[in-house]
Each structure stands twice: as structure tokens, then as C-alpha cells.
């Protein structure tokens, strides 16, 4: 048989059911007639024609009661779940041993809470999850889905569950297990009891990482995990929250956990000289790097990360970093071992890596201001005013670009910040026009600064 010949067969097949439930309708049948289809000895033998019987609106609902002890499941939850079926008849089924049957059970809005609370129980998750839906059901059987914890799915609607209300519950709800709390915590009106409940030392970490990062987590439960949880990742969490007290972030400044201390680090609570004190004698290079970059650090210290090979990166781009502290920066670039990439690409860099014989003391800034002086011994074939008077939309970038490298010293007071910006993007631009363009009012003026630091140290951001 062709496939051709299949689907005909399967529409010649569609066509004639089609036409036998139309029959059975009340302009095609008498309701006698219908009914004995429906239950007389020798009923319709497909569920569809009885179904379509049932669907009459002249079906009287003793034929639908009856209906119930039909013996295909989908004739039966036909009959449970159409609208004016007698509740009482309607609660017999609740123990039908199909699933189809017991689903139409549990949706019915008149259902009893007693036969939800069963069905809440039912082995079969349609059927619970429309019991835990009903709006019939009490707030009881809630509050056991969300202390038993045994599905996140169910525990995830009974949580949304308008019925459930966390303020007068919440003698009941703290003793809900991890999947319940969990769940209880996608919940923006918990009150701050429950809040600070589940951040207590006793519940798994999971839960307290969600409460702490609440946000009605009370700063009593921040501070006390801050300083006294024994998971490190628990520390962590409540000391990059922005309510911690300046108190915990303080003591966590010299926690022994790295990420900890990272966290505290970070905080815009942190004291100024506290930062300082970690970029100074911090011993992980991570933590050091996020005290530099908090803007509440001195700018003394991030000077002094210029000189560090291991938070230079950081310390350069600082919004405090002076001058002063961004050409030190360059100075320690320039001696750190220049990268596999960079190694490859050979010295046409400007700012290669300086001999092994001039890395220490005076031999190492002689080294670097003779790479600035080279770059400077420049002469300019054109006036620098022809370029001053152009409108910059006549100029070809490519010739802007060429301009500026003939003369660079007019370029870097040029009012107009593109100019400027095409001097950070010259190939051999020296290390004082870096280092001068390093402080630039324009924003992306110190953008391509930073690029070009970060290039050259051949290691990119951390």
C-alpha cells in the first residue's frame, strides 16, 4: 500500500466518524434513542459517539451519573467533569482507578476539602497538582507540601499560591525543609522573621544563600553570617550584600577565606585605610586587586599597586591612580616577561620588554625614558594649524591618523577629543603621550589608554 492510499484511508476513516457523531446530535436523533446508544444493552461501541451523547444539552444527568460506570476512563472523566454533574455523585470517583477519572475530580471548584486533600496526595502529579491548585484547598495541605519538600514542582506552586499568607503562617513555614524554602524565598513579602529564620546556621547552605540575598533579610542575620557562618561561601554572600553592617565588613577584612576577604574588598562600606592596608600586605594577589579598584581607596596605595606586578593592571586603570602612579605602571609593564603572543609577534612593539641587563634600579626608569625620547624625535612635513583648520568631517581617518603621527605634541592639546584619541591609537606613540593622555577629560580618550596599557603587558584583563 502506497502512503498515497495510507492517508486517503485515514481521511475516508476521520470522514465516517465525523458523520457517526453527527448523527446522535438533537437534529439527527431522538434523545431515546441517543440514551440507548449511551446505556441500553448494546451501546455505541465507540467512546466518542457516547462522549458526543453526553455533550447533548437535552442529556438529562441521571444518564450522566450513570455514565460514570462506563467502561472506557475517557466516557467516565467525560461525564465527572461536565458542568451541573451533581458533586455529591461527582465525589464517588475520586478513588477511580484512572487517572483521566480522578483529574476531572480534582478540578471541580465545588470539590470537597477533605477529597483534596487526598488527591493533594495522589500518586500521580496531574492529579496533585490540580488538587494543590483548587481553590478549595486548605491551607493546611499547603503548608505539609511545602514541610514534606519532596517536589520542587509542587512546592514551587503551593509557594505562588495567593492562598498562602506569610505574615499569619509563618509559625508554620519556618519549618518547611530545603525544596520549600527554597522555594518560600522567590517570595518578595515574606516578613523579616522568616527571612532571618532560614538564614539561621542550621539550615542547608542552599537556603542560606537565598535568604541572605533577600530582601528583607534583617541586618542582624547579614552581620551574623558575615562573621560567624562556617561556610566560607556563606560569608561571602552576606558580605557583598549592600545592607552588611560596616562592622562585619570590617572583620571580614581579615577573614582567613580569600573570597571572603575579596567580597569585603569590594564593599562600598569598606574603610579607605583598611583597603590600603590590604593592597599593602594582603597576600592574594585576587584580593589585592579588588581593594585597588574600590574607589574609596587611597590614592596613595593604588600608586603604590603600580609597582606590583600582580595588581598593576588594576592599579593603572584606577579612577585614583595619578599620573605619577600610571607611569610607574608603564616602568613595571615594561620589565614583567612578555607573553608566548607577544614573543611571536617580535620586537615591533614600542613598548617591548626591556633587557635583562636593565631591570633593576635607575638602569630600569633610564631604559623606559629613552623609549619616551624616541618616539619624540619626530619632524613635522606640514603645519600643524592646516590640520587645526580642516572640518573633521572632510579628513580621512586614515589621513588624520598619518597627521597626528608627524606631529604629536600639537595633537595631544588639540581641543577636539577624536585628535587626541587618534594619538592613543598611534602604533609607536611613546610612553609620555600615554602616560599624558592617561588623565584626558574624555572618557574614551582613557579607554584606548587602558588598551594600550593592557596590550602591552601582553596579559589582558583579570
Not at 466516557?75 to 458542568?83: L, N
Not at 605602571?329 to 620588554?353: D, I, K, N, Y
Request: aromatic share 2%; net charge positive.
Amino acid at each position: 500500500m502506497t502512503a498515497a492510499n495510507s492517508g486517503a484511508d485515514d481521511a475516508r476513516e476521520l470522514e465516517e466518524r465525523v458523520a457517526r457523531i453527527r448523527r446522535v446530535s438533537p437534529a439527527s436523533m431522538t434523545l431515546g434513542d441517543a440514551l440507548a446508544l449511551l446505556l441500553g444493552p448494546r451501546p455505541a461501541p465507540e467512546p466518542a459517539v457516547r462522549r458526543a451523547i453526553l455533550m447533548r444539552s437535552d442529556c438529562p444527568m441521571d444518564a450522566r451519573v450513570a455514565a460514570f460506570a462506563d467502561a472506557d476512563a475517557g466516557v467516565r472523566a467525560f461525564a465527572v467533569g461536565t458542568a451541573g454533574t451533581p458533586i455529591d455523585a461527582v465525589l464517588t470517583m475520586a478513588d477511580d482507578p484512572d487517572w483521566q477519572v480522578r483529574l476531572e475530580v480534582a478540578k471541580r471548584p465545588d470539590c470537597a476539602t477533605s477529597v483534596l486533600a487526598r488527591l493533594a496526595a495522589d500518586p500521580d502529579s496531574y492529579v496533585s497538582r490540580a488538587a494543590l491548585s483548587n481553590p478549595g484547598v486548605s491551607v493546611q495541605v499547603l503548608i505539609r507540601v511545602l514541610v514534606a519538600g519532596t517536589s520542587r514542582a509542587d512546592s514551587r506552586l503551593v509557594a505562588l499560591n495567593e492562598a498562602l499568607n506569610p505574615r499569619k503562617l509563618a509559625g508554620d513555614l519556618v519549618a518547611a525543609n530545603e525544596i520549600g524554602a527554597l522555594e518560600l524565598l522567590g517570595r518578595d513579602d515574606l516578613p523579616a522573621a522568616l527571612v532571618g529564620a532560614f538564614a539561621d546556621p542550621g539550615r542547608p547552605v542552599a537556603v542560606r544563600l537565598a535568604a541572605l540575598a533577600h530582601a528583607r533579610c534583617p541586618v542582624r542575620a547579614l552581620s551574623r553570617a558575615a562573621t560567624g557562618d562556617p561556610d566560607a561561601s556563606v560569608r561571602a554572600c552576606a558580605v557583598g550584600s549592600s545592607r552588611c553592617p560596616a562592622a562585619a565588613v570590617l572583620a571580614a577584612s581579615s577573614d582567613p577565606e580569600p573570597r571572603v576577604r575579596e567580597r569585603a574588598a569590594t564593599s562600598s562600606l569598606a574603610r579607605p585605610e583598611t583597603l590600603a592596608g590590604m593592597v599593602e600586605r594582603d597576600p592574594d594577589p585576587s584580593v589585592r586587586c579588588a581593594a585597588v579598584l574600590n574607589p574609596r581607596c587611597l590614592p596613595a596605595a593604588v600608586d603604590a599597586a603600580c609597582e606590583d606586578p600582580d595588581v598593576v593592571l588594576q592599579a593603572a586603570v584606577s579612577k585614583a591612580a595619578t599620573p605619577l602612579g600610571r607611569f610607574n605602571a608603564l616602568v613595571t609593564m615594561a620589565g614583567m616577561p612578555r607573553s608566548p603572543r607577544r614573543e611571536a609577534a617580535g620586537p615591533g612593539r614600542r613598548l617591548a620588554a626591556m633587557p635583562a641587563a636593565a631591570r633593576t634600579g635607575s638602569s630600569h626608569r633610564h631604559w623606559v625614558h629613552e623609549v619616551a625620547l624616541a618616539t619624540s624625535r619626530r619632524t613635522a612635513r606640514k603645519s600643524w594649524r592646516w590640520i587645526a583648520s580642516q572640518p573633521l568631517e572632510l579628513l580621512h581617518p586614515d589621513d588624520l591618523q598619518e597627521i597626528v603621527a608627524r606631529k604629536v605634541s600639537g595633537a595631544l592639546c588639540d581641543e577636539r577629543p577624536c585628535v587626541r584619541a587618534a594619538v592613543a591609537r598611534l602604533p609607536d606613540v611613546s610612553v609620555e603621550a600615554l602616560v599624558a593622555l592617561a588623565s584626558d577629560p574624555d572618557p574614551e580618550v582613557r579607554r584606548l589608554v587602558t588598551e594600550r596599557i593592557l596590550a602591552a603587558s601582553g596579559s589582558g584583563t583579570r
